[in-house]
């Protein structure tokens, strides 16, 4: 059965430095989306991305965050400069197109991004 | 705004026992609602939504737009039930995860 897969499973910066979180989505999915999740507190949401531009994004979602989808396969989360609360799992996930809002999504593994 | 509560951070019951999980939303429009898994080092998943009625790993939930709750409920834990759940009503195309309830079945 198709996954998303993340990689890497755990990444470790220092203060200020750029990271890159990758994901492949499952092949035929349309929209894709980046949640986190600080240790302990809830999943939130991040930015949600459908026919090559941000659909919808949250205010966690600031200048220092990006997304791309640079090939056919790959969805990245880029932080521009992080900072020691960026520390957190960030998941990736994926829906097909179906009509209606809110279909069932699927998600990655996370990537735990550990700032020092 | 979309708001979804689940009032236990934690949640204790001994294998066999009856086990619910309150989620409570505050919603404009009608309300479609999903139940999230986090098993231990897994990946969430969903576990069900009530727009199809229908009854995972004996989980079953109702959606009370009376009460505006949607409770997971299973008649008999098992042990292997033990993992994070979210309850998560759908924001256009996003969802608003509620705080989660750990439920934890005990032997």
């Known amino acids: 059965e198709p996954e998303v897969t993340q990689t890497p499973s755990h990444q470790v910066t220092q203060m200020g430095q750029e990271v890159i979180l990758r994901c492949v989505p499952i092949s035929n999915h349309l929209y894709f989306y980046w949640y986190r999740q600080i240790l302990g507190q809830k999943v939130e949401f991040l930015v949600s991305?459908?026919?090559?531009?941000?659909?919808?994004k949250s205010e966690i979602f600031d200048d220092q965050f990006s997304v791309e989808r640079p090939d056919g396969s790959n969805f990245t989360l880029k932080i521009r400069s992080t900072k020691l609360e960026d520390s957190a799992m960030y998941f990736c996930?994926?829906?097909?197109?179906?009509?209606?809002?809110?279909?069932?999504?699927?998600f990655g593994p996370g990537t735990r991004l550990t700032v020092l | 705004a979309q708001r979804v509560t689940q009032p236990e951070k934690l949640l204790s019951v001994f294998k066999g026992a009856p086990v619910e999980l309150k989620c409570n939303y505050s919603?404009?429009?009608?309300?479609?609602l999903f139940w999230y898994v986090q098993y231990s080092r897994q990946r969430l998943q969903l576990l069900l939504r009530h727009i199809s009625r229908e009854s995972i790993k004996g989980f079953t939930a109702d959606l009370n737009k009376g009460e505006t709750s949607f409770h997971l409920k299973k008649p008999f834990a098992q042990e292997e039930d033990s993992a994070m759940y979210y309850c998560?009503?759908?924001?256009?195309?996003?969802?608003?995860f509620g705080p989660g309830t750990r439920l934890s079945v005990l032997p």
């Open positions: 991305f459908y026919n090559n531009e941000i659909s919808e």
């Open positions: 998560a009503p759908p924001r256009g195309q996003n969802f608003v």
């Open positions: 919603y404009s429009g009608s309300p479609e």
């Open positions: 996930a994926s829906r097909t197109g179906l009509a209606g809002g809110g279909g069932e999504q699927f």
